[in-house]
C-alpha cells in the first residue's frame, strides 16, 4: 500500500490546528487511560489501522493491560470496563456512528458520570480521533 498524499508536508497550518486539538486534550481533565480507549474504540470502528496501531502502543504504555485491549470491542460483554468506562464508550461508538444520532439514553449516561467540562472534552477527544481516523485512512497512512 502506497500513501496518497503527504497531507502534514502538503498542508501543514492544517496539520497544526488538528496536534493543536491534541494538546489541549493532553491537558483535559479525561484519564488518559480513558482518553486511549476512545481513541481505539472509534479507531476499530472506523477500521483505521494505522491509528489502532499506535494508540495499542500509546495504551500499553500507560498501563492499559493487553486483555483490555483484546477485549474493547466486545466491552458489553465483560466485567472489564467500569460503568463510567462504558458510558464513555457507548458514547464513542454513538458519536462515530453519528447517521444513527446519539441518544439521550446514551449520552445521559455519560453525564451522569462527568462534569460540563469532562463532558465537553470528552466529546472533543471522540471528534478529534474521528477526524483523524478520516485523514489516516483517506491518505493511506502507512502502518509502522
Not at 78 to 94: G, P
Not at 116 to 135: D, G, H, K, P
Amino acid at each position: 500500500m502506497e500513501n496518497r498524499i503527504d497531507i502534514q508536508k502538503a498542508e501543514p497550518a492544517a496539520y497544526q490546528a488538528m496536534f493543536g486539538l491534541e494538546k489541549y486534550l493532553s491537558t483535559s481533565k479525561v484519564n488518559p487511560i480513558l482518553l486511549e480507549l476512545i481513541k481505539m474504540r472509534a479507531s476499530q470502528i472506523n477500521g483505521c489501522a494505522f491509528c489502532l496501531n499506535m494508540h495499542a502502543a500509546d495504551a500499553r504504555k500507560i498501563g492499559e493491560t493487553e486483555q483490555r485491549l483484546y477485549l474493547l470491542n466486545a466491552w458489553r460483554e465483560t466485567t472489564l470496563f467500569t460503568k463510567e468506562e462504558k458510558a464513555v464508550l457507548a458514547l464513542t461508538e454513538e458519536v462515530t456512528l453519528i447517521s444513527n444520532h446519539v441518544s439521550d439514553e446514551t449520552y445521559n449516561s455519560a453525564a451522569s458520570f462527568f462534569d460540563e467540562q469532562t463532558l465537553s472534552q470528552i466529546i472533543m477527544a471522540i471528534v478529534t480521533i474521528n477526524a483523524w481516523n478520516r485523514i489516516a485512512i483517506t491518505s493511506k497512512l502507512i502502518v509502522g
